[in-house]
């Protein structure tokens, strides 16, 4: 937004704003419907550094971790009493 700002042109430069303002309600509508899955589509906004199932490294293990997924072996937390990755209770 910043840089469509400074361009000179008005009519170029609203032309960018309008083009902006699109891209953006379409990020947001996206992840409304992402939302809307219920989880059960992985986020694309989510960046995982590390793999989903490493189990070595104990210092990004949350709190709440309550073992591993018998089906797929992803994180269970607390939190929920089903997989977040594959939906096993
Ligand atoms: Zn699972």
Do not use: W
């Not at 008005?10 to 939302?35: G, K, M, N």
């Not at 694309?44 to 550094?49: G, I, K, L, S």
């Amino acid at each position: 937004m910043a840089i469509a700002s400074r361009i000179e042109d008005p009519a170029e430069r609203e032309r960018r704003l309008i083009q902006l303002e699109i891209s953006i309600s379409e990020i947001v509508r996206y992840r409304e419907i992402v939302s809307s899955l219920g989880g059960s589509v992985a986020s694309p906004f989510v960046e995982r550094e590390s793999p989903v199932r490493e189990t070595s490294n104990s210092e990004v293990k949350p709190s709440s971790t309550m073992g591993d997924c018998h089906s797929c072996g992803a994180k269970m937390t607390g939190d929920l009493d089903f997989c977040p990755v594959c939906g096993e209770f």
